[in-house]
């Protein structure tokens, strides 16, 4: 008999591994399925059949418990900033100049890991973090659901959020065998420390493994896994399938125009979204481009609010608001709650398949579209000198730097390049075609199809 545990933290993690083909695949493996939730358990209601649902009571960090943290998290950055701009660009952004407890606390911590951030410390500060919380009642009751259920294998479905790091200790106490699965294609190249030590790893790609190597030294390959990711299945999925007669009837589309799909990121990263949106606007009015639709994707971890007067000001731009509901308040990380409907899932699947073309800011949507063989123009034109958000700055990130060394889509640094790449693909939609099948190789390794029973496969063997 196999028992597994699988820690779902997050409204992302929710998409790619419940309503992937993941569930059904673990399921067939495994002879019982626990999903350990960070969710509220009745989001699972309409999906679940054989698996049981445990609701994790929140775990919130208390002052100390997020010093040591900050410090192994701001320590590792320090070990690896070396030619690395990534990750020198995130040791900045976490600076502080705040006048209370946690700023003047993290202008300690940086002055402190500035000598010690060796890996050696690294794991000093770990095992501080974690005599910070081992006596939290929560982190008590976490232990309390292990010796009661006694999985063969733990596995987690995301390496970063703070909040899984009492799981992870106390399965560490209980020697119970931890896998993770890397969430992102930028999270290991260009991100702070992972929350936790694992035994085995899941990855998208060749590339990923050998990221994991190099940032993780007491990581063995033999205990890394090349599996692709379900972040994308759902597009191998007949169940998610929308022809294109429904799609133009539910978004109001002109049959006759070409789609242009302008994709945006959240405020934090993506701050000039709606510059780009109103320089496309204007470039269609004034016929600069030609019989499209500009169908606008607002990202699912915001509200929209703050498009609301470049909505007003065109009002022949469509909008696809994705059907993400927020399943609780007061989370210490509240967006991680939001969680997608299946209506929402079978969207975006329609929106990668039947637009001529997809617009981002250096966002994963570059991959997804990919998948679908369309072409794909990343807008960049804030620098230091210009007064706008500095977004040309992520081009030197090493996810990004491999998107610009492939030339798998085209960077528009200006209006002028923006609309000239908008002409030239829609022209010509199979331009750098064999450019973006070279990034998503070298991006994700494995095929779409069959990556739930791929990754249930692997975990079984693990267990």
Not at 77 to 105: C, M, V
Not at 173 to 195: C, P
């Amino acid at each position: 008999m196999k028992k597994i545990g699988i820690v779902i933290t997050d409204g992302v993690g929710f998409r790619n591994f419940i309503l992937s083909d993941f569930l059904v695949e673990v399921e067939k493996s495994f002879d019982e399925v626990i999903i350990l939730s960070c969710l509220p358990a009745e989001i699972f209601a309409d999906f679940i059949i054989n698996s049981r649902i445990i609701e994790l009571p929140v775990f919130a960090e208390k002052f100390p418990t997020w010093f040591f943290r900050k410090a192994k998290e701001v320590a590792h950055l320090k070990l690896h900033k070396k030619d690395n701009f990534g990750i020198t660009d995130n040791l900045n952004t976490n600076t502080s100049n705040a006048k209370n407890p946690r700023g003047y606390a993290t202008r300690l911590i940086f002055r402190w890991t500035s000598i010690f951030h060796s890996e050696n410390w690294i794991q000093c500060y770990t095992q501080l973090q974690q005599w910070s919380f081992k006596n939290n009642p929560i982190v008590k009751d976490y232990g309390a659901i292990f010796e009661k259920e006694r999985f063969d294998l733990l596995f987690f479905t995301h390496q970063r959020p703070p909040f899984i790091a009492p799981l992870a200790y106390q399965a560490q106490k209980m020697k119970l065998k931890t896998v993770s699965f890397i969430f992102s294609w930028d999270n290991l190249a260009s991100k702070g420390r992972m929350a936790a030590e694992f035994d085995y790893f899941l990855v998208w790609s060749d590339l990923m493994k050998k990221e994991l190597l190099h940032f993780y030294k007491t990581v063995q390959a033999k205990n890394i896994e090349i599996v692709g990711t379900p972040q994308f299945e759902p597009y191998v999925l007949d169940r998610y399938y929308v022809n294109k007669e429904e799609f133009l009837l539910k978004f109001e589309l002109d049959p006759l125009k070409k789609i242009i799909c302008f994709s945006c990121g959240d405020s934090s990263t993506s701050k000039n979204d709606a510059l780009y949106i109103e320089t496309i606007a204007i470039a269609i009015l004034e016929k600069r481009i030609l019989d499209v639709t500009l169908l606008v994707r607002t990202s699912p971890a915001e509200d929209p609010i703050r498009f609301a007067l470049v909505a007003e000001k065109f009002p022949f731009v469509k909008w696809n608001f994705p059907k993400w509901y927020l399943s609780r308040k007061g989370h210490q990380e509240e967006w991680s709650q939001r969680v997608p409907t299946v209506e929402d899932v079978k969207d975006l699947r329609g929106i990668l398949n039947h637009s001529d073309l997809n617009i981002n800011m250096l966002s994963t949507m570059s991959l997804d579209f990919m998948q679908f063989a369309k072409p794909v123009i990343n807008t960049v034109f804030g620098t230091k000198e210009n007064g706008l958000y500095d977004d040309q700055r992520f081009l030197k990130y090493a996810h990004l730097i491999n998107v610009v060394n492939t030339k798998a889509t085209k960077i528009a640094k200006n209006e002028k390049d923006l609309v000239t790449f908008i002409n030239d693909y829609l022209e010509n939609p199979i331009l750098d075609e064999a450019n973006r099948e070279e990034l998503l190789e070298m991006q994700v390794s494995k095929p779409l199809k069959g990556t739930g029973k791929r990754i249930a496969e692997t975990l079984l063997q693990w267990s």
